[in-house]
T-cell receptor, first 112, second 115 residues
């Protein structure tokens, strides 16, 4: 069964450093997403990406964040200068043609 | 704006008993509704969805959910709980056909099935 894969599973970084989280969405899907889940809190939408551009973003997704689809398979989330409050589990998801989104296993980002 | 409420932080049920995890939603327009399950240190796994049609939808692992438009609810149910069902359950919603595909999640309900 096809699945969304994310790397790395855990990333520790120092405050102020740049991080790139990587995702390989399901191959025939058209929409790609990043969500995050701060420990003990709800899953929050960050951004959606379609046809090589951002289609929606939340207020969380400020200028420190960017997304890119550098080739035909990868989808990345970059945080330019990490803050302590960026520590969270980051989930990549993809969908369409099915309406349900399929999520990866997540990358746990710890900013120290 | 869309929102989801899961009124119970935790639900405890004895193995073999029926379980219900509650969800109510608010959207402007027709909803697409989803249930996801999260096991410890794992991602979100899709369980079931309501898009249109029959109000009772069946999903993975014997779970089902009933869409009730008048009560704006989408409660998750299972006739006989298993210990392995113990996990965190999230209800999610998005507006149908609005050109927006982002999901809004509830805060989650921890289900504990007691042997």
């Amino acid at each position: 069964e096809p699945e969304v894969t994310q790397t790395p599973s855990h990333q520790v970084t120092q405050m102020g450093q740049e991080v790139i989280l990587r995702c390989v969405p399901i191959s025939n899907h058209l929409y790609f997403y990043w969500y995050r889940q701060i420990l003990g809190q709800k899953v929050e939408f960050l951004v959606s990406f379609y046809n090589n551009e951002i289609s929606e973003k939340s207020e969380i997704f400020d200028d420190q964040f960017s997304v890119e689809r550098p080739d035909g398979s990868n989808f990345t989330l970059k945080i330019r200068s990490t803050k302590l409050e960026d520590s969270a589990m980051y989930f990549c998801a993809s969908n369409l043609p099915a309406p349900e989104a399929f999520f990866g296993q997540g990358t746990r980002l710890t900013v120290v | 704006a869309q929102s989801v409420a899961q009124p119970e932080d935790q639900v405890n049920v004895a193995e073999g008993n029926p379980l219900t995890v509650k969800c109510t939603y608010s959207v402007s327009g027709n909803p697409y509704l989803f249930w996801y399950v999260q096991y410890p240190n794992r991602g979100l796994q899709f369980l079931l969805k309501y898009i249109t049609g029959d109000n009772l939808v069946k999903g993975s692992y014997g779970f089902e959910a009933e869409f009730n438009k008048s009560q704006t609810s989408f409660h998750l149910k299972k006739p006989s709980a298993l210990v392995s069902d113990s996990a965190l359950y999230f209800c999610a919603v998005r507006v149908a056909g609005a050109g927006s595909y982002q999901l809004t999640f509830g805060k989650g309900t921890k289900l504990s099935v007691i042997p």
